[in-house]
């Protein structure tokens, strides 16, 4: 299976090529044909398996003919975050440099001038965050009456309880003659039965059962105790060959608490959280992604959708409380074939039953790993599943780091029988693990 054979026009290959891409990936290759035959369509794949290409290549196929009007943007992409849509944005210039397509990215904590300046020229795709896409209509700026294609992007989460009032406003402004497209890596079945009423007609296209791991992250959990937990944090740091990672806090103010701790360790560590202001936060991604920051303390406003080269590692600082954002958070790491490690903090006094949560979620044990001479809490943490103590042998207690002078380079022992991030890989390709490959 090639490009090629999805339906794709020249301009679009050419785009592709000069990315690296040399095969889809599963998802696109299922999706892409469905969408040309302008299908409704619920995709359905796990985290880094390009989704946002498996949408975008057929939008700027499908928009490639026809006009945009003033005010009256012609497909519209919904993602929950301002990060991830301006992810998705560049994306779409980066997949649609040949054509000449126009868009506009309309998310709150920005000026609003600059994208009524655009709404103003017309645009044929909008990529937008709820609040500020209501905003705009309700001032008058916009008109979603000529949308031909509408997108939500990470769609369980766009309708959960938080957002659903803003989808269902957003969408019964829409034609009710249009294409729609759903995409997560997760879909639990409550929410699944909300999206008929956005659908008409849909193709499900589910490359792996929902809320599958991605495969090539290899997961750990650490039982420990709340007083011990930032020690087994920086633990874990210290002997993993951290190139870049995310560490993932339940409550902003734990956030700013674990990044002075692992500034005080030496790292070059930011805290990245929703009441930052924006410019702040934009820097911060940027100066994460330009590799000058190591570690990116976060919440889960970071969890979904966000691509980064080369993060090695995740970290659970905290159990996430809902199963599925387990699987959004270490799905920052082991994209696009590449691998990655995520780590999970679990209290053995409190996180029992949300670790259960997520075994069953992910229809599988997360390996414990026994973190010995952690000063761990008295009574050992006796894990119900059997399985979970043979899943990953015990091993000799690694040494406390020392406190290093400087940020970066917290390189420690690896842990030996563990495969490592592979920066070096380039997109699929060969070195696509056989779960990923296409059939035929
Ligand atoms: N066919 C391909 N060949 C090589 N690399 C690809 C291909 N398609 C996408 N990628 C790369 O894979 C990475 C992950 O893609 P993307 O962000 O679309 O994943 P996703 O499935 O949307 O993940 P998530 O569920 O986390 O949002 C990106 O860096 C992208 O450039
Ligand atoms: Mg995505």
Redesign the pocket.
């Known amino acids: 299976m090639s ?1 090629e054979d999805l339906g794709l026009g020249p301009d679009t290959l050419k785009a ?1 090529a000069d ?7 599963p ?2 290759a299922q999706a892409i044909p469905q969408i040309l035959m302008a299908r409704d369509l619920v995709g359905l ?10 949408f975008t290549l057929p939008m700027i196929e499908i928009l490639s003919t026809g006009r945009a009007r003033a005010r009256m943007p012609r497909s519209l992409i919904l993602s929950p975050t301002r990060e ?1 849509a301006a ?1 998705i944005a560049e ?1 779409f210039d980066i997949y649609g440099k040949y054509h000449p397509l126009s868009k506009a990215l309309l998310v709150g904590g920005t000026s609003m001038e600059e994208q009524i300046k655009n709404l103003e020229r017309g645009v044929d795709v909008l990529i937008a965050t709820p609040g500020r896409l209501l905003d705009l209509f309700e001032r008058g700026r916009i008109l979603l009456s000529d949308i031909k294609i509408f997108v939500i ?2 769609a369980d989460r766009m309708l959960d309880m938080g957002f659903i009032p803003d989808i269902e406003k957003i969408a019964s402004k829409l034609p009710a003659i249009r294409q729609t497209l759903l ?3 997760t879909m639990p079945p409550e929410i699944k039965k909300l999206t008929a009423k956005f659908l008409s007609n849909p193709r499900e296209v589910s490359v792996a059962p929902p809320a599958t791991t991605a495969a090539n992250v290899e997961q750990f959990l650490v039982w420990t105790s709340q007083r011990n937990k930032p020690r087994v944090l920086a633990r874990l740091i210290a002997q993993e060959n951290v190139q870049s990672a995310l560490i993932f806090c339940n409550r902003k103010r734990d956030i700013d608490g674990v990044c002075r701790l692992l500034q005080s360790e030496g790292y070059a560590a930011k805290p990245m959280h929703g009441d930052m202001v924006q410019k702040v936060r934009t820097e911060t991604l940027q100066a994460f992604k330009d590799s000058k920051i190591q570690l990116m303390v976060c919440s889960d406003v970071a969890a ?4 980064i ?1 080369d993060l090695s590692h995740v970290f659970n600082y905290d159990v996430p409380a809902n199963p599925d954002d387990y699987v ?1 958070r270490i ?2 790491t082991g ?3 590449k691998t990655g490690r995520a780590w999970t903090l679990a209290l053995a006094e409190h996180d029992d039953k949300l670790v259960q949560a997520i075994e069953k979620r992910i229809n599988k044990p997360v390996p414990v790993y026994k973190l010995e001479g952690a000063d761990l809490p008295g009574k050992q943490h006796q894990p119900q599943d059997s399985r979970l103590n043979t899943a990953r042998p015990s091993r000799p207690g690694v040494k406390a780091a020392p406190r290093k002078a400087h940020a970066p380079a917290p390189m420690r022992q690896p842990v030996p029988e563990a495969a490592h991030a592979n920066p070096g890989a ?4 060969d070195g ?1 693990p056989d779960f990923f490959k296409v059939k035929g």
């Open positions: 490009f592709l990315c690296g891409y040399t095969t889809p990936t998802i696109q794949a796990q985290t880094g398996t390009g989704k946002t290409a498996s991830l992810q994306n992007d990470e995409f997560s890596a979904r959708g966000i691509d080269d959004h799905g920052r994209r696009a074939g380039k997109g699929f390709g696509m």
